[in-house]
C-alpha cells in the first residue's frame, strides 16, 4: 500500500500479471496480463469458456490464482493495493463492484432493498444504532437512499422501486444488477455480461446507461461481452482469451486486424 | 479397570440399541433427505405398545416384536404418503419442523392412552447375568446386543442384496437418474420411512426392557440418534453402526465415572467436536456439505 | 387500493405511514392499555369467565413473543437454524438467579440485569454462533442442539451447587424509591413497591417486550439487516458487495441471542421459579409451535406464534366447557393432553397448507381488504 503519483494520463486502476487460475488439471486461465488506466472502458472477449469470467474471479478474490500472479489495484485515492491473498469483502470495499453473468440479486429483498444493500461499504450503520434507528441510522438511510434514486432515475427503474426482485422480467434485473454495482461508487467495476440474455431494445437502453455511467461519473470498467458490434463500438481496448490463453490485445481497429483472433474467434462469428 | 470393563460391557448393549436407532435415521435421512425429529418418538412407541403387549397382555416377545415392528412400519409408510409427500420441495427446515409437529402430536397420544405416571422395566427377557471373573452381564444386556445385531444384520443384507434395496441406494445416489431408470421414488421413500420406524419401535421393545423407567423422556434416547449417525457420518450406514457404539460407551463411561448428569452431554459434546473437526464424519460422504 | 404519495423519502422510512396504519395503531395502544383493566373486573354471569388466567396467559406470551421473534430473527433472516436459542433462556435464568436479589445473588436490581443480560446473551451469541461459520443447515442445528444440552447441565450444577434439588427462586423486584413519585406507584406498608401479580407485571413485561421488537424490526430495516438476508441468500453476491458474511453471521447471533436472554430473564422473575426441568429439551418444542404457527420468517410471525401458544389453550378450554362437550368423559379427562395435540396438528397442517403462517394469513386478509372488490 504505497501510494503513488504517476503524472500523465494512463493513470493504472489494475494491472494483472501471469495470473493462471487452475482447477485440477485444467487451466482456466492461463498467464494473463493487462492493465486498465484509468477512466478506461476495457473489454475482454471471447467464446464461452474462455476464462473470462475466471479473470473476474480471480480479481474479485473468489478464485486464487496460482503463485507467481500479480493483481494490482489503484483505489480513487491513489492508494495501491496487493489483491492477492485478500477477501472477497475486502477486496470490493476498495473500490471494485462486479456484476454476475446469472445475475446474483436477492430476490425476496425489493428493487430499493437490493439497491441499499450496494451501499453497504458505504455506512456504518450497525446491530446498535440500527436497532435503535432513530438518530444516527435514520440520518445514514436518508443519505443512502439519496444515491439510491439517483441510480433508479438513471436506470428507468422507479416504477419497480417497491417491488421484490423475484417478480421482475430478466431485463430489469440486469439493469438493476447495474445499478447495484453502481450504488457501491466503484473506482473499477467489472461488468460480466451485462447484455446477455436480453433484447435488441434491452440491450441498447444498456449500452446508453453504460455510457452514461461513463460521462457522468468517468468510473474505470472491464466490460465483459458477447455481442461484437456492442464491444467493438464503445470498448477502447480488448484482450482476447481463447481457452484461457490471451491471443491479442489492444484497440478495436487492432484486435480486428489480429489474425490470431481473426481465426481463433471473429472468424467464426459473423456480424463484426 | 474392572468398572471401565463394566462399564464398556453395558455401554456396548447400549450402543447395539443406539446403532439400531440411528441406523433407521440415517436411512430415512440417506434416501428422503428428511431428518426426523420423531425419530424418539416412534422409539418411545414401540417402548409402550411393548407395555400393552407384554406386561398387561402378557403374550409372545417373538410375536410382540414382529407385531409391533409391524404397527410402526404401518405408521411410517402413512406418515410417508400422508405428510411427508405433499411435502416436498418445501425448504429443509419447513421438513424438520413437521417432524417436529409428529413428534408432538405421538407425545400427546402416548400421554392420553397412557398417562402421565412413569412405568417400571419390562421384565419380558430373561433376568439372570453372565458372570466372568468379575465382570456381571445381565442376560438382558446380551440379548439385546444380540437381537439389535441380528436387526442390523438383516437390514444390511436387505439394503445390499435385494431389488428394493437397490432401488433405495439407487434414489440416494442420484434420485432424478433413478427415476429415470423406472425407480419408484414415491416407494422408495415410503420403504425408507417404513424400515427406519421399524429400526426404532424394535429399539424400543428392546430399550423398554433394558431402561430403568419408561416415560415420556424416553424420546431423548431416540435423539441419540443424532450423535451417533453425525459421528459416523450422516449418509453411511455402517457410520452409524459404529456411532451408535461410540455413543453407548462414552455415555456409558462417562454416566459411571462423572454422573448420570453428563450422558447427555457426552453424546452431544462429542457431535460437537466431530462436527467441527470433521463435519462429515467418519464415514460420511466429503461433499455433503461445502462451507 | 389506498391513494397515498409519499413525498419525501423520511416520510417512506416510517413504519405507519397510512391512515389505516394510523388507525390500527391508535386503537392498538388504547386496547393494550384497556386490557388488563377489563381483566381486573369480576364480570356479573354471563361474563363471569375466570379472565385472570388469561391475565398470566397474556404476560408470558409477551415475554416469550420477544423470544420467538429472536429466533425468526436468525432462522427467518438470516437463515442460521439454532437450536441453542432454548439455551438463552437458560442463560438468562441464570444470569437472572446470579446477580439477583434472590437467595445465592449478588444483590442487584431486576432494572440493572436486564441490559446486563443482554449484553451477556449477545457475548455468548457469539460463541455458539461460531459453529456457523463451520458447519451450515442441518449440521449447524445439530452442533447447536449440543450447545443446549451444555446449557442444561450448566444449570443443573449451579443449581445443585446453591439450592440442592430445590427450584432457584426469583424473589419480586421493586421499583426504586427515588421514583415513588410517579402516578399509580403507591407503596406498601414496608415503603416498598413490588412488582407482583399479572396486572402489574403487564406493565414491566408490556413495555420491554415492545422496545425488544421495535429493536429488532429496526435492526432487520437497516444496513445490518439487509445484510442478513444477503447472507441467507446468497453468500458468495453479499460477500462481493463488501459484506463479511462471518462477521455478519455472529452479529445476528448477537442480536437474537441477546432478546431470547431478555426474554429468559422476564420469564424466570415472572415465573418467580426456575428449575432444571422447566428447561427440558421439550421447550424446542415449544418455541417450534410457535414460530412454525406463526410464521417463521417474519417477526410478526413471532409474536404471534407466541400468542397462539399461551391464548390457545385458554379458548380450548372455554370450548371444552361447553355443555355437551363438557359430557364427554374422555375429553374431560384428557384436557390438556388434546391441546398438546392439536398445537402438534397444528404444526403439520401450518406446514402442509400455509407455511407462511398466521402471519401469512394476516398479509392475506390485509391484502383481500387492500384489493377488495377486486380478487386479484
Not at chain 1, 192 to 200: H, I, K, S, V, Y
Amino acid at each position: 500500500m504505497v501510494a503513488v503519483t504517476t503524472i500523465g494520463v494512463a493513470n493504472p486502476v489494475l494491472e494483472i500479471e501471469n495470473v493462471t487460475v487452475q482447477f485440477g488439471g485444467l487451466k482456466a486461465c492461463n498467464d494473463v496480463t493487462f492493465r486498465i488506466n484509468e477512466g478506461e472502458l476495457f473489454a475482454m472477449i471471447g467464446p464461452n469458456g474462455a476464462g473470462k469470467t475466471t479473470v473476474i474471479n480471480a480479481i474479485t478474490g473468489v478464485y486464487s490464482p496460482n503463485p507467481g500472479a500479480t493483481i494490482d489495484f489503484t483505489d480513487s485515492g491513489g492508494n495501491r493495493h496487493d489483491l492477492l491473498g485478500q477477501r472477497p469483502h475486502d477486496i470490493v470495499s476498495r473500490g471494485i463492484a462486479r456484476t454476475f453473468q446469472n445475475l446474483a440479486l436477492f430476490d425476496a429483498l425489493t428493487v430499493l432493498d437490493n439497491l441499499m444493500l450496494g451501499r453497504y461499504i458505504h455506512s456504518d450503520v450497525g446491530v446498535l444504532s440500527g436497532g435503535v434507528f432513530w438518530g444516527k441510522a435514520l440520518k445514514d438511510e436518508l443519505r443512502q437512499r439519496e444515491v439510491v434514486e439517483r441510480i433508479i432515475d438513471l436506470l428507468e427503474i422507479s416504477q419497480y422501486r417497491n417491488e421484490a426482485v423475484g417478480e421482475l422480467s430478466y431485463g430489469v434485473r440486469k439493469r438493476l444488477e447495474l445499478g447495484r454495482a453502481l450504488a457501491q461508487e466503484p473506482h473499477l467495476l467489472l461488468l460480466d455480461e451485462p447484455m446477455a440474455g436480453q433484447n435488441l431494445e434491452e440491450k441498447q437502453d444498456m449500452v446508453r446507461f453504460i455510457a452514461d455511467v461513463r460521462s457522468e461519473l468517468g468510473t474505470t470498467m472491464l466490460l465483459i461481452e458477447h455481442d461484437m458490434g456492442v464491444v467493438m463500438s464503445i470498448a477502447e481496448r480488448i484482450v482476447v482469451l481463447n481457452f484461457g490463453q490471451m491471443i491479442g490485445i489492444g484497440t478495436p481497429e487492432e484486435i480486428q486486424q489480429n489474425p490470431d483472433v481473426v481465426s481463433a474467434y471473429l472468424g467464426t462469428e459473423s456480424g463484426v | 479397570m474392572d468398572t471401565f470393563l463394566q462399564l464398556t460391557a453395558s455401554g456396548i448393549a447400549l450402543g447395539s440399541v443406539y446403532a439400531m436407532v440411528a441406523l433407521g435415521f440415517v436411512l430415512v435421512f440417506k434416501s428422503t433427505d428428511v431428518l426426523n425429529f420423531a425419530h424418539g418418538e416412534f422409539l418411545m412407541l414401540g417402548s409402550f405398545l411393548a407395555l400393552t403387549f407384554l406386561v398387561e397382555w402378557n403374550l409372545n416377545i417373538v410375536f410382540a416384536i414382529v407385531a409391533i415392528a409391524f404397527i410402526v412400519a404401518a405408521l411410517g409408510v402413512a406418515l410417508h404418503y400422508g405428510i411427508m409427500k405433499p411435502l416436498v420441495g418445501q425448504p429443509l427446515f419447513s421438513v424438520v419442523l413437521v417432524t417436529i409437529g409428529i413428534a408432538i402430536v405421538i407425545r400427546a397420544f402416548l400421554l392420553m392412552t397412557y398417562g402421565p405416571l412413569e412405568r417400571g422395566r419390562i421384565l419380558a427377557l430373561p433376568q439372570g447375568q453372565l458372570d466372568i471373573g468379575n465382570l456381571v452381564i445381565p442376560y438382558v444386556d446380551i440379548i439385546l446386543f444380540l437381537v439389535s445385531s441380528a436387526a442390523v444384520v438383516i437390514f444390511y443384507i436387505f439394503f445390499k442384496s435385494t431389488t428394493i434395496g437397490l432401488q433405495m441406494r439407487a434414489v440416494a445416489e442420484n434420485l432424478e437418474a433413478a427415476a429415470a431408470m423406472g425407480v419408484s421414488p414415491n416407494k422408495v421413500f415410503a420403504v425408507s420411512w417404513g424400515i427406519g420406524a421399524l429400526m426404532a419401535g424394535v429399539a424400543g421393545v428392546m430399550y423398554g426392557n433394558f431402561t430403568a423407567v419408561i416415560d415420556l423422556n424416553l424420546a431423548a434416547i431416540g435423539l441419540r440418534a443424532f450423535p451417533a449417525a453425525m459421528i459416523g457420518g450422516l449418509d453411511s450406514v455402517e457410520g452409524a453402526i459404529l456411532g451408535g457404539l461410540i455413543v453407548g460407551v462414552s455415555e456409558q463411561l462417562a454416566a459411571g465415572y462423572f454422573g448420570g448428569d453428563f450422558r447427555d452431554v457426552v453424546a452431544f459434546g462429542l457431535m460437537f467436536v466431530v462436527l467441527m473437526v470433521r463435519p462429515y464424519g467418519f464415514f460420511g460422504t466429503k461433499d455433503l456439505i461445502r462451507v | 387500493m389506498s391513494g397515498k404519495y409519499i413525498t419525501d423519502y423520511r416520510e417512506d422510512l416510517r413504519l405507519i405511514k397510512t391512515t389505516p396504519q394510523r388507525i390500527v395503531l391508535v386503537v392498538g395502544v388504547l386496547a393494550t392499555i384497556a386490557i388488563p383493566f377489563i381483566l381486573q373486573i369480576d364480570w356479573d354471569p354471563p361474563f363471569d369467565y375466570p379472565w385472570r388466567a388469561w391475565g398470566t396467559a397474556l404476560n408470558l406470551a409477551l415475554a416469550w413473543a420477544i423470544g420467538a421473534a429472536a429466533f425468526n430473527l436468525l432462522l427467518g433472516y438470516t437463515g442460521q437454524i439454532s437450536i441453542a436459542h432454548a439455551a438463552f433462556l437458560i442463560v438468562g435464568s441464570m444470569t437472572g438467579a446470579i446477580l439477583g436479589q434472590g437467595a445465592f445473588g449478588l444483590g442487584w436490581s431486576l432494572w440493572v440485569i436486564l441490559p446486563i443480560a443482554a449484553v451477556v446473551g449477545a457475548v455468548i451469541g457469539v460463541l455458539v454462533g461460531l459453529p456457523a461459520l463451520r458447519v451450515r443447515g442441518l449440521y449447524l442445528f445439530m452442533a447447536t442442539l449440543a450447545v443446549h444440552f451444555g446449557a442444561i447441565l450448566l444449570f443443573r450444577k449451579y443449581q445443585l451447587a446453591t439450592t440442592k434439588f430445590n427450584a432457584i427462586t426469583y424473589p419480586a423486584p421493586s421499583i426504586p424509591s427515588w421514583l415513588h413519585w410517579l402516578p399509580f406507584i403507591n407503596p406498601d406498608e414496608a415503603g416498598e413497591f413490588l412488582i407482583k401479580g399479572d396486572f402489574r407485571w403487564f406493565w414491566v413485561i408490556m413495555p420491554i417486550t415492545s422496545l425488544c421488537i421495535i429493536y429488532m424490526v429496526n435492526v432487520l430495516r437497516t444496513r445490518e439487516g439487509r445484510a442478513f438476508v444477503a447472507v441467507r441468500d446468497n453468500d458468495v453476491a453479499a460477500a462481493l458487495l463488501g459484506i463479511n458474511v462471518a462477521r455478519t453471521k455472529l452479529r445476528a447471533f448477537a442480536a437474537s441471542s441477546a432478546m431470547v436472554t431478555v426474554s429468559g430473564v422476564l420469564l424466570a422473575y415472572f415465573i418467580t421459579a426456575r428449575s432444571d426441568e422447566s428447561w427440558s429439551i421439550e421447550i424446542i418444542l415449544d418455541v417450534a409451535i410457535m414460530t412454525v404457527v406463526g410464521g417463521f420468517s417474519t417477526i410478526r410471525g413471532g409474536v404471534l406464534g407466541a400468542f397462539f401458544f399461551f391464548m390457545a389453550p385458554l379458548w380450548l378450554e372455554w370450548i371444552r366447557g361447553w355443555g355437551f362437550i363438557d359430557s364427554v368423559d374422555w375429553i374431560k379427562k384428557n384436557g390438556a393432553n388434546i391441546d398438546v395435540m392439536i398445537f402438534g396438528l397444528a404444526i403439520i397442517v401450518v406446514l402442509v397448507f400455509k407455511p407462511e403462517g398466521l402471519a401469512g394469513l394476516w398479509a392475506d386478509i390485509k391484502r383481500y381488504f387492500k384489493q377488495w372488490p377486486f380478487k386479484y
